[in-house]
């Protein structure tokens, strides 16, 4: 059963000790209870710092260990105020506003932290688009002189694929950060979103040529007939300039994607609070992200992506890394 708080009242008194954060997590990590994640014996006593001491390799693990929260010295309390903070806005929160609701004393430490969450928005081994799906790309970022639309200078691609039940609805999506829009980078994008064999609508761009090789079905539309996509690529180029003002560098632009994406697949959920449940349990499955990795292009996108300019976006005096 989901257990999580509706309202900001409920969370104040669901979490209002370091006591009450950790049996959350350990609840949501260990549901049936403690696993040594090294040997995998069940058994274990806990010590006087709240840590699991294995009876069967002697290990001692603490509840954050090997997850996104591994290392943080801050309190869990704070940690559960970010995430609250976060899911609860409609339209999430940049760095300089999660730093002056929890009075964090470091712009830095703000940032790290979202971009440490936005890593947790992505589950290890979710689901593939199902069919039909369309597949389009948009360009994000500063308005430049010069060529417009595929091959644009100055931009960002992004691939974007969109379940299509029918009529005029949408299913769940996918966003990736693309190198460019050639088959060698369109390709391994529908692969990896889309289920095998799934039949994708795309429009006739020769970088979808050959997707029928690969087990789909293509069904070729005329560019404006993408309504799906073209509705996404605008709910996105909005949120992005309206949260971060359009201040999203291209090296970190996939963190973004993956919380628009994050978000846009809850769009539909009751309660905040489930997204702030979700987060959580995603966590808790997530490898740790140490700030140099941090720093660096996210993993989820296109090792190929370049580094390229989307003035006049600076994410939200981002730290000049």
Known sequence: ????????LEFNDRFASEEACRAYLEALRWPTGF??????????WRTERHLYHCRGCGRQTSVTAGTILHGSHLPLRLWFAAMWHLTSQKYGANALGLQRVLGLGSYHTAWAWLHKLRRAMVRPGRDRLRSPVQVD??????????KTGRGA??????????????????G????????DASAASLHPFVTAVADPFATIHTDDWSGYQGLEDKGFSRVIHPPEALEQTHLVTSLLKRWLLGTYQGAVRPSHLAYYLDEFTFRFNRRHSASRGKLFYRLIEQLVQVDPAPLPQLKGPSPFCDARTPNV?????????????
């Not at 696993?35 to 274990?44: D, R, S």
């Not at 003035?311 to 939200?316: G, V, Y």
């Open 309 to 321: 300019n989307l003035d006049p976006l600076d994410e939200d005096r981002d730290p000049p890394y």
């Open 137 to 146: 790309e948009t360009y994000v970022g500063g308005a430049k002189r010069g």
């Open 172 to 179: 769940r999506i996918r966003l990736w950060h693309l190198r």
């Open 35 to 44: 696993v040594c994640p090294l040997c995998e014996h069940p058994a274990a």
């Open 1 to 8: 059963m989901e257990d999580y708080p509706r309202t900001l």
């Open 153 to 170: 200078l100055g931009k960002a691609l992004v691939g974007v694929a969109v379940e299509w039940p029918g009529q005029e609805r949408l």
